[in-house]
């Protein structure tokens, strides 16, 4: 970082399967002078998200993808270092799309302005954008406004070890329910097993499909989907009667472009129902989520793990490993200390 240069990362192409550093121009601009109503943010900490990856096509989704030469969209935590906004007075912290550059300029009245944060905070910094932030919220309000999971039933979640997919787990155990994760390899299983879920499965087994079975011998109330594919088919042809079938993301697909090719007839055959949500429809009832999540985190029913990657300069690394199951739990890149 320097004092009076911003290096931004601009999205140069679109990518064709994994995402590298080819597809961004790093430029280092001087730092904007401020209009009336403006702030500057130091950016400290950045989401990685699957959801970086499809922005950067332009491929059907719900925000518009990133125009080459814009700055990489991405969510993150910042502080406010100059000001000319009273909103937004120097030392504040805020949450909200900051982009992947060292500072942000917000503007007062825009309506994609970041959110200021309250000074004290029920976790740290970075855990505000996994367990008691996107992350979390998207696993709240994905299981049990969708889900609508009752005590009892069998609830299985796919990329279980990830950011959202470890907090569906427990939050399903909070609910009464029998929680089962599907991830790759055995840590990440043992780690499912700690956190309290019933059984993990280990998909890179090559018994994963009868190890699925075995763990759901009453079928899938509320499967949880967040990768697609052969996991998704496989969970489809278990649905129980009456079953809801959340769809949270089809990260199998992602960098291939994919289309999921599930077979739609368990959902006939067992009277089940499967939808789709995007997280930020619930912005107006967010601080519901993140009352719920927070009293759990204190209570030490909800636990929680984040991959910290260091630096600006390793954000398409830390993509990267979401695809490649290098992390456990959430994924944030360190841009600047507090
Ligand atoms: N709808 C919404 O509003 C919303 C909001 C946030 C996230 N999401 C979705 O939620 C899902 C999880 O996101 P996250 O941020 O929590 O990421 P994450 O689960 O922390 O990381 C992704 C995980 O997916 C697994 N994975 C990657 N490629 C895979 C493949 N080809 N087959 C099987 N597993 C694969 C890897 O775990 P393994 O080592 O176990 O393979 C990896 O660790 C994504 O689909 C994302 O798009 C949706």
Redesign the pocket.
């Known amino acids: 970082m320097t004092e009076t240069g911003n290096r931004r990362y601009l999205l140069r192409s679109r990518p064709s399967g994994r995402v590298t550093v080819e597809n961004f121009t790093v430029v280092s601009e001087a730092l904007p002078e401020l209009g009336e109503g403006e702030a500057l943010v130091r950016v400290l900490y950045l989401s990685i998200?699957?959801?970086n990856r499809?922005w950067m096509t332009d491929m059907e989704q719900y925000m518009p993808p990133v125009a080459l030469g814009d700055v990489m969209r991405g969510a993150g935590i910042g502080t406010v270092t100059a000001s000319r906004s009273s909103r937004y007075p120097v030392g504040a912290i805020v949450s909200g799309l900051l982009g992947w550059q060292e500072y942000a300029l917000v503007r007062e009245g825009d309506p994609a302005a970041p959110g200021l944060l309250p000074p004290h905070l029920p976790v740290s910094l970075s855990a505000m954008l996994g367990v008691c932030g996107?992350?979390g919220v998207?696993a709240y309000f994905?299981l049990l406004d969708i889900g609508k999971p009752k005590p009892g039933d069998t609830v299985v979640v796919?990329?279980?070890?990830?950011?959202?997919?470890s907090i569906v787990g427990q939050i399903a155990k909070i609910e009464g329910c029998r929680a089962v994760g599907?991830?790759?390899?055995t840590a990440?299983c043992a780690w499912l097993l700690e956190l309290g879920f019933d059984a993990a499965i280990d998909?890179k087994a090559p018994d994963w499909r009868e190890a699925l079975a075995a763990a759901t011998p009453a079928g899938i109330d509320v499967y949880f989907e967040?990768?697609g594919?052969e996991?998704g088919a496989a969970a489809f042809e278990r649905l129980a009667m009456h079953a809801r079938v959340v769809l949270?993301?089809?990260?199998?697909n992602?960098n291939d472009g994919a289309r999921a090719d599930t077979n739609l007839t368990p959902l006939l055959m067992k009277r089940a129902r499967a939808e789709?949500?995007?997280?930020?429809d619930y912005g107006p009832r967010w601080n519901e989520a993140v009352r719920a999540l927070a009293g759990w985190v204190a209570a030490g029913k909800l636990l929680h793990r984040e991959t910290i990657v260091d630096g600006l300069d390793r954000c398409v690394d830390a993509l990267n490993?979401?695809?490649?199951?290098?992390?456990?739990?959430?994924?944030v890149v360190k841009v600047a200390e507090r």
């Open positions: 998200d699957p959801t499809i996107l992350t998207t994905g796919s990329a279980a070890a990830g950011a959202v997919g599907i991830a790759g390899g990440k998909y967040n990768v594919g996991i949270c993301g089809f990260i199998a992602y789709g949500f995007i997280v930020s490993m979401l695809f490649d199951g290098a992390n456990t739990g959430k994924v």
